[in-house]
C-alpha cells in the first residue's frame, strides 16, 4: 500500500496559522475516523498530537486542531510558535487492518 | 514514570535474524495493544506490526508478513519482534509504541514511544 499523501514542506511566520493535508482514498482515511497525527523533532521519538481525527491527548496545546472532509484529513497549527518547527505524520486505519502513515511535511517557521 | 526501552538492535547479514525487545514499565501491560513501527534514516514513519493487548490478534504490514513474528510475554511486561530473512530495506531505527486508548481496534494512536533501536542489514 502506497503512503497517505501529505505536502513535503509548508511554512509560516509566527502568530500565523498553517494547515497540513493528508490525503488517502475511502479504504483508509475516508472510509474510518480513525486518523492520527504526530510531531517529530530531529533525533526524537514522535509525539502524538491529534488522534480519532480532531482529538487532542492531554497536554497537548489547543493550538494543534485536526479535522476532516472525505479522503482528505488536515492539521492546522494555529498561533505558530517556533517549537513548533517539526516533521509531522498522519497516520489512517486502513479496510486491511493495517495502519498507513504519510510521508511526513517538514514545517519551517520563518 | 510511563516508560518503553528498546534493545537488540545492531548490524546483521541480509537473509539473517534478530529479535528486538521492548521492556514496558509504570502502567498496566496487559490492558494495552503494542505496535512496532520503524523509520529508515531521512525517511518518513512506517508502520510494522501490532498485537492485541492479551495476544489474541495479531497484524502485519504487507513488507514483513510472514518474515517478522510480533509477539508480548505478560509475566515480563516485555514487547518482542522477532525478525528473520531481514534485507537491506529492513535497515531503520525500530520502535515500540503504546496505544492510547484500551481498544480492540488498530487506532493508530501511540501515547507513548520508546527511544527506538537502530537495525542495520548489510553485508
Known amino acids: 500500500q502506497s503512503a497517505l499523501t501529505q505536502p513535503a514542506s509548508v511554512s509560516g511566520s509566527p502568530g500565523q496559522s498553517i494547515t497540513i493535508s493528508c490525503t488517502g482514498t475511502?479504504?483508509?482515511?475516508?472510509?474510518?475516523?480513525?486518523v492520527s497525527w504526530y510531531q517529530q523533532h530531529p533525533g526524537k521519538a514522535p509525539k502524538l498530537i491529534i488522534y480519532?481525527?480532531?482529538n487532542r491527548p492531554s497536554g497537548v496545546s489547543n493550538r494543534f486542531s485536526g479535522s476532516k472532509s472525505a479522503n482528505t484529513a488536515s492539521l492546522t497549527i494555529s498561533g505558530l510558535q517556533a517549537e513548533d518547527e517539526a516533521d509531522y505524520y498522519c497516520?489512517?486505519?486502513?479496510?486491511?487492518?493495517?495502519?498507513?502513515f504519510g510521508g511526513g511535511t517538514k514545517l519551517t517557521v520563518l | 514514570q510511563v516508560q518503553l526501552v528498546e534493545s537488540g538492535g545492531g548490524v546483521v547479514q541480509p537473509g539473517g535474524s534478530l529479535r528486538l525487545s521492548c521492556a514496558a514499565s509504570?502502567?498496566?501491560?496487559?490492558?494495552?495493544?503494542m505496535h512496532w513501527v520503524r523509520q529508515a534514516p531521512g525517511k518518513g514513519l512506517d508502520w510494522v506490526a501490532f498485537?492485541?493487548?492479551?495476544?489474541?490478534?495479531?497484524y502485519y504490514a504487507d513488507s514483513v508478513k510472514g518474515r517478522f513474528t510480533i509477539s508480548r510475554d505478560k509475566s515480563k511486561n516485555t514487547l518482542y519482534l522477532q525478525m528473520n530473512s531481514l534485507r537491506a530495506e529492513d535497515t531503520a531505527v525500530y520502535y515500540c509504541?503504546?496505544?492510547?486508548?484500551?481498544?480492540?481496534?488498530?487506532?493508530?494512536?501511540?501515547?507513548?514511544w520508546g527511544q527506538g533501536t537502530m537495525v542495520t542489514v548489510s553485508s
Open positions: 509504541a503504546k496505544d492510547l486508548l484500551i481498544t480492540m481496534i488498530l487506532r493508530g494512536a501511540f501515547d507513548i
Open positions: 509504570e502502567f498496566t501491560f496487559t490492558n494495552y495493544g
Open positions: 498485537i492485541r493487548n492479551d495476544g489474541s490478534n495479531k
Open positions: 475511502s479504504s483508509d482515511v475516508g472510509g474510518y475516523n480513525y
Open positions: 480519532d481525527v480532531s
Open positions: 497516520s489512517s486505519y486502513t479496510i486491511s487492518n493495517t495502519l498507513l
